[in-house]
T-cell receptor
Framework: TQLLEQSPQFLSIQEGENLTVYCNSSSVFSSLQWYRQEPGEGPVLLVTVVTGGEVKKLKRLTFQFGDARKDSSLHITAAQTGDTGLYLCAGARGATNKLIFGTGTLLAVQP | GAGVSQSPSNKVTEKGKDVELRCDPISGHTALYWYRQSLGQGLEFLIYFQGNSAPDKSGLPSDRFSAERTGGSVSTLTIQRTQQEDSAVYLC???????????FGSGTRLTVV
């Protein structure tokens, strides 16, 4: 059973378009992180959200943590080719705060 | 070091052979994690180490898999009698403490033929 489901699985858009990636679960997480992974590399941490309802902005990227801390979204404004990659959400839960990774969203931004 | 270092970056092995994968975490990071990633998929948790506590081995898929962390620093993931389904990218990460953001290495791509 996958605790964290991401949608869509694949997304191909043109440069300049906006997009939203969703990360959903029936479980509550103490915090949620978003990572981006490029081919041949490990995932790189983009942001950590901790409080229900929290919104964080990182240049053209906006991250939101759901009020109930069960879901999150990543919105990219005016996508660029450099945004291409695999986006992974990861939730921390339990006494150990071990991270559980989502299924991933593969984004391709075409020039 | 400045980042998490993994070696080798690529490993091709014959079915039935044993392999050892190495991870050198960021100095001072107390938590170290191993994950496995199949092509284009999310990450599957394998094991983590936190300081001197007993490791959480709950993600190891079979008793062919084992890991150790010596001196609270370098970790080795060992896969015995490799099978084709073990083929994947094995990623190591470290963090300052449990729950903090992870810094990942570039991974070891294991191919079992």
């Amino acid at each position: 059973t996958q605790l964290l489901e991401q949608s869509p699985q694949f997304l191909s858009i043109q440069e300049g378009e906006n997009l939203t990636v969703y990360c959903n679960s029936s479980s509550v997480f103490s915090s949620l992180q978003w990572y981006r992974q490029e081919p041949g590399e490990g995932p790189v941490l983009l942001v950590t959200v901790v409080t229900g309802g929290e919104v964080k902005k990182l240049k053209r990227l906006t991250f939101q943590f759901g009020d109930a801390r069960k879901d999150s979204s990543l919105h990219i404004t005016a996508a660029q080719t450099g945004d291409t990659g695999l986006y992974l959400c990861a939730g921390a839960r339990g006494a150990t705060n071990k991270l559980i990774f989502g299924t991933g969203t593969l984004l391709a931004v075409q020039p | 070091g400045a980042g998490v270092s993994q070696s080798p970056s690529n490993k091709v092995t014959e079915k039935g052979k044993d392999v050892e994968l190495r991870c050198d975490p960021i100095s001072g990071h107390t938590a170290l994690y191993w994950y496995r990633q199949s092509l284009g998929q999310g990450l599957e948790f394998l094991i983590y180490f936190q300081g001197n506590s007993a490791p959480d081995k709950s993600g190891l898929p079979s008793d062919r898999f084992s890991a150790e962390r010596t001196g609270g620093s370098v970790s080795t993931l060992t896969i015995q009698r490799t099978q084709q389904e073990d083929s994947a990218v094995y990623l190591c990460a470290s963090s300052l403490e449990l729950g903090y953001g992870y810094t990942f290495g570039s991974g070891t791509r294991l191919t079992v033929v």
